[in-house]
């Protein structure tokens, strides 16, 4: 999930579709606990970075529009959830979006920050939570007179669950939640849902023959990668910026490449062009299935996949070579979602091949993640956190979230699709990919995606109709 600077006022432009919309806003900073859950060294603080923008709510008393920050750049965040820039003049709304403690430049130890667990210790979603709620404290006060205002939590992916997970936490400072593609049950799923959705979407893309070849295509690469001659082929074949030596380098990091690309292709499979994770065509895993749309095999195949691949890593045609060292935008933090992938966001993955999906078989270890984890961060997983923190497979005490997901999304099997609790709302959008709900209206958007936004200020506005309807007791 991988899924992702600014001083002074900025002006960004969203890179999608044919918007032309530009988002303005402040940054500003506020100086945070390092720790909120111990009394130990309170003095200890660092530097919040969050972007405000209250042109649409001049006499301050609207309700705040909150993104909770998730892996990556806050900026990038903000260029790319135009439903609520969209949303804030409708209901006269301040916006906000608050960075992520150790992602963009929100780092508590400034450039240290990734050299110890010690530091990397704090870096936790529950920690993350109570800079926002801090955060909210300080911006949007309440007091014996007055109340605070209104506040709806929005975020996509590891944000949508947080969005969830503030208002489950802190219900009463947040008084709504958007949670899009949120797996929040992704701990507890089946190891195998999201290769087997990730095979479905490439199968049905174009034609089966896409994902049946991307099947083939890693028995090819590794009989490539046993012989000098074959590695030269390689080499030669997909222009990497940097020469594979040995097998290793093929069965290893280049194929840990390619299954990223083929999940970040599915994510951002929307219906017109965008630069999210990569600039990209629209619908790009049908514009990447178009080049495997028949049967290959041997070098004919490889020939074929490295023009595939080229939708996603230079459809702009500046790339020289082919990176297959990171598939992600550099705003992204993969390292830190690294580090949280092995602490307490640990969601199994397995693949079983063969006809249950379309990559190499690959069971879940459980030893070995840990393993991997001790050797490059010095900690081991806690697989039950997310569980005993905050509820897993039971939402029961849940109120006022929208979980919404995209089932062209191979996500959506760790998201909340059914509930027995009726405070809660489910949202499918059959033809969405990751979040695109939380993105900027479009012309190519289909029908279940405007629906679904649709749904989204219903719930909004119920929410702040009761938020308004409580009375002080006091």
Not at 140 to 144: C, Q, V
């Given at each position: 999930m991988a899924y992702l600077p600014i001083?002074?006022?900025?002006?960004?432009?969203?890179?999608?579709?044919?918007?032309?919309?530009?988002?303005?806003?402040?940054?500003?900073?506020?100086?945070?606990?390092?720790?909120?859950?111990s009394y130990v060294n309170e003095s200890v603080t660092f530097k919040l970075r969050y972007l405000t923008n209250d042109t649409y709510n001049p006499d301050g008393s609207g309700p705040i529009l909150f993104y909770t920050g998730n892996e990556g750049d806050i900026e990038?965040?903000?260029?790319?959830?135009?439903?609520m820039w969209e949303l804030a003049p409708k209901l006269k709304a301040s916006l906000v979006f608050a960075e992520h403690r150790f992602y963009g430049k929100t780092l508590p130890f400034g450039n240290a920050s990734y050299e110890s667990p010690r530091h990397l210790g704090y870096l936790t979603s529950e920690q993350a939570l109570a800079d926002f709620a801090y955060l909210l404290a300080q911006i949007?006060?309440?007091?014996?007179t007055v109340r605070a205002r209104p506040v709806v939590a929005f975020g996509g992916s590891y944000g949508g669950m947080l969005a969830a997970w503030f208002r489950m936490k802190y219900p009463h400072m947040v008084a709504g939640a958007i949670a899009a593609s949120a797996p929040i049950r992704q701990f507890d799923t089946d190891c195998g849902v999201f290769n087997q959705i990730?095979?479905?979407?490439?199968?049905?893309?174009?034609?089966?023959?896409?994902?049946?070849?991307?099947?083939?295509?890693?028995?090819?690469?590794?009989?490539y990668s046993s012989s000098a001659d074959g590695l030269k082929t390689l080499n030669e074949k997909f222009k990497f910026c940097s020469n594979l030596t040995k097998a290793e380098d093929v069965t290893g990091t280049f194929f840990d490449y390619l299954i990223d690309v083929y999940g970040n292709l599915a994510m951002i499979n929307y219906p017109y062009n965008s630069s999210f994770l990569a600039p990209v065509p629209a619908y790009p895993v049908r514009e990447f299935c178009g080049r495997l749309a028949q049967n290959y095999t041997g070098l004919e195949l490889l020939t074929k996949l490295q023009e595939a691949l080229s939708i996603y890593y230079n459809y702009n045609g500046q790339a020289k070579c082919l990176n297959i060292n990171s598939s992600y935008d550099s705003s992204m933090g993969d390292l830190g979602w690294g580090f949280q992938s092995c602490t307490e966001m640990v969601m199994p993955m397995c693949a079983e091949g063969g006809s249950r999906d379309m990559f190499p078989k690959q069971p879940w270890d459980e030893k070995?993640?840990?393993?991997?984890c001790f050797k490059k961060f010095g900690v081991r997983p806690r697989p039950i956190a997310p569980a005993y923190i905050y509820g897993g497979q039971y939402l029961e005490g849940a109120s006022n979230i929208v979980f919404s997901n995209g089932l062209l999304d191979p996500w959506s099997g760790g998201g909340v699709l059914r509930s027995g609790n009726s405070n809660i709302k489910i949202v499918l959008i059959p033809e969405g990919a990751h979040h695109i709900d939380l993105r900027a209206a479009d012309d190519n958007d289909p029908g279940s995606v405007r629906a679904a936004r649709q749904i989204h200020v219903q719930n909004i506005q119920l929410w702040l109709k009761?938020?308004?309807?409580?009375?002080?007791?006091f």
């Open positions: 001083l002074g006022l900025a002006v960004l432009a969203l890179l999608t579709g044919q918007s032309s919309a530009k988002y303005e806003y402040q940054t500003k900073y506020l100086d945070v606990p390092l720790d909120h859950f990038l965040f903000a260029q790319n959830t135009g439903f949007n006060p309440s007091n014996r990730l095979t479905s979407v490439f199968s049905v893309a174009y034609t089966k023959e896409c994902s049946l070849n991307i099947g083939r295509s890693w028995d090819v690469l590794k009989n070995k993640f840990s393993d991997d009761q938020y308004r309807k409580v009375k002080k007791t």
